[in-house]
């Protein structure tokens, strides 16, 4: 056999097909379990962007002159909404 044949022969697809059935499903379990971890990953990263720009725009409808005294005016006024999107809503002005 020559290398090229041998590294086809020892490659992760190659030992895979070459798998008795019984080993096969316990070989699959690893790579879903990497895809359920990756999608956490991905999760976790999209509500942490998310977050950022909460923050974000928290950071800019305080830093305005009247940002505190409107956000607390808003507040009083409806107090069961959500202060995130007024603030959100004071920062895109």
């Given at each position: 056999?020559?290398t ?12 895979f097909?070459q798998?008795?059935?019984?080993v096969?499903?316990i070989m699959?379990v ?5 895809l ?8 976790k990263l999209?509500?942490?962007?998310e977050l950022?720009m ?6 800019t409808?305080?830093?305005?002159p009247d ?11 409806e107090p069961a909404g ?6 959100g809503g004071?920062?895109q002005?």
């Amino acid at each position: 056999m020559s290398t090229v044949q041998i590294a086809q022969h020892l490659s992760p697809w190659g030992l895979f097909l070459q798998a008795d059935a019984i080993v096969k499903p316990i070989m699959a379990v690893p790579v879903l379990a990497s895809l359920a971890n990756w999608a956490v990953i991905v999760d976790k990263l999209w509500r942490l962007r998310e977050l950022r720009m909460r923050a974000v725009r928290w950071h800019t409808a305080l830093a305005q002159p009247d940002g505190l005294a409107a956000l607390s005016d808003a507040l009083a006024k409806e107090p069961a909404g959500d202060a995130d999107a007024r603030a959100g809503g004071r920062a895109q002005l």
